[in-house]
C-alpha cells in the first residue's frame, strides 16, 4: 500500500494494542493507590463503607479526608503520561506518592518492576537519585551556585568527582539550551532559564524516570510555551519516560501521549488527547474538553465513515491516527474519498463532508 505521507503528523502515544499490551512492559504500575490524611488513616482504603463516602461525609465520620482514593494506571517506556484536575483533584499528592515525597497509605507503586513501598531510608535515597528525578514548580535553585554547580549537584551528592560532573553537567546544560551561561548564578537568569537549571540538575544523574510537579505554573505565557516545546524536544532527543502534573487541559494536550483525569482524588477518565475529546466519560470531562478545537486533537479514526456503494475506492491513504486539522488540505484536494488504511486493512473513508464538519466546529464521529 502507500504509506501515509510524512509530512501528515500522526497522533503521539501508544496504539490500541500496545496500550493492551503496557501492563506487561510498563515502567510504572500503580494499583489501588490511596493518600488519606487524618486519624488512623490506614482504616479507611479497607473499609468499603469509608471508601463509598464523599469528601464531607468521610471528615465528619472519621476525621480524615482522602486525597487520593483507589488510583491505578500503567505508563509504558518512553511514554509522556499526564496527570490534570482542577486544584484539590489530588494530582500534586499522587505524583508525590510516586516518589514517596508523601507516604501512601494504601497500594501498589512499582517502578521498573520494585514496589518502592517496600523500600527502607537507604533504598530510597539510591532510587531517587539514580532511577528517577523531579522537577517543581518551585527551581529550589542554590542561589550561591552557578549554574553548572547547581545543575551537578546531585553528582556531587552521589561522590563522583569534580572533574567528571562538571564535564556532565556542562553537557546536560548545552542540551537544554543554557549554553554560555554556565557561570550564571540564578539571579541573573529569568524564570525561565532557572526552570531549565531545574530541568538540566534532573537530566544530569540520567534517571529512567521524570517526574514533573506543575513546572511551569509559575511562569509568564510566552515563556511557559517555549518551555513545554522545550520538554517536547527533550523527550524527543533522549526518551525518558515522564509523568508531567498540570491543571491546564491545553498543556496536557500538547505534551501528553495519554492523558488521567483526576477529580476529588478518583481518577474520572484516562486516555490519549483524542479519546478524552471524542468521547469523554461523563459530563465532567465533557465541559473541560468543550473548548478545545476538535480538528487539532480528533484524528480520522473518530470522523471516518463505513464506504457507500457508490464511493469509489481507489482514492488516496491517510492512516487512523492523522489528525484532522493536518488532514484537512489532503481530503479537500482529493476527487474521491480517502481511505483511512491500518497495516493494509480499510477501516474506512473520509470526505469533505465529514472533514468539514470538524474544521467548521461540528460533531465528529465516535
Known amino acids: 500500500m ?27 504500575s500503580v494499583r489501588g493507590l490511596w493518600k488519606v490524611f487524618g486519624p488512623k488513616a490506614d482504616r479507611v482504603p479497607k473499609s468499603s463503607e469509608l ?9 465528619e465520620r472519621t476525621g480524615c479526608t482522602a486525597a487520593v482514593r483507589d488510583v491505578r494506571f500503567d505508563v509504558a517506556p518512553g511514554e509522556v503520561f499526564v496527570v490534570m484536575g482542577l486544584s484539590g483533584s489530588g494530582k500534586s499528592t499522587l505524583v508525590r506518592c510516586l516518589t514517596r515525597l508523601v507516604e501512601p497509605t494504601a497500594g501498589e507503586v512499582v517502578l521498573e518492576g520494585e514496589d518502592i513501598r517496600t523500600a527502607d531510608a ?68 529569568s524564570g525561565g532559564m532557572q526552570q531549565r537549571v531545574g530541568l538540566a540538575r534532573a537530566l544530569a544523574g540520567d534517571p529512567g524516570i521524570l517526574f514533573f510537579d506543575e513546572p511551569f505554573s509559575a511562569l509568564d505565557p510566552l515563556i511557559r510555551r517555549d518551555m513545554q516545546n522545550e520538554v517536547i524536544r527533550l523527550h524527543r532527543e533522549v526518551g525518558k519516560t515522564m509523568v508531567f502534573i498540570t491543571h491546564d487541559l491545553s498543556e496536557a494536550l500538547k505534551l501528553g501521549d495519554r492523558i488521567l483525569i483526576m477529580r476529588d482524588g478518583r481518577t474520572v477518565q484516562c486516555g490519549t488527547g483524542d479519546e478524552l475529546v471524542g468521547a469523554p466519560a461523563d459530563d465532567y470531562v465533557r465541559e473541560f474538553v468543550k ?10 479514526r473518530w470522523i471516518m465513515r463505513d464506504p457507500r456503494p457508490d464511493d469509489a475506492l481507489d482514492g488516496p491513504e491517510l492512516g487512523p491516527g492523522v489528525v484532522v486539522r493536518e488532514a484537512t488540505r489532503a481530503v479537500l484536494a482529493a476527487e474521491k474519498p480517502v481511505r483511512v488504511v491500518e497495516e493494509g486493512r480499510l477501516l474506512g473513508v473520509v470526505g469533505d463532508e465529514e472533514i468539514l464538519a470538524v474544521v467548521a466546529g461540528g460533531e465528529g464521529g465516535a
Open 51 to 59: 471508601c463509598g463516602l464523599g469528601r464531607r461525609e468521610l471528615m
Open 291 to 300: 473548548d478545545v478545537p476538535r480538528a487539532d486533537v480528533l484524528t480520522l
Open 122 to 189: 537507604r533504598r530510597l535515597r539510591e532510587l531517587r537519585r539514580n532511577r528517577f528525578s523531579m522537577v517543581f514548580q518551585h527551581f529550589g535553585l542554590l542561589p550561591h551556585r552557578r549554574v553548572v554547580d547547581n545543575v551537578a549537584y546531585g553528582l556531587e551528592i552521589r561522590g563522583m568527582g569534580r572533574a567528571e560532573r562538571v564535564k556532565r553537567a556542562l553537557e546536560v546544560v548545552e542540551l537544554v539550551g543554557l549554553a554560555g551561561y554556565e557561570n550564571s548564578y540564578p539571579d541573573q537568569l
Open 2 to 28: 502507500t504509506p501515509a505521507p510524512t509530512d501528515v503528523p500522526q497522533r503521539r502515544g501508544a496504539s490500541h494494542d500496545e496500550e493492551q499490551g503496557q501492563d506487561r512492559d510498563a515502567v510504572i
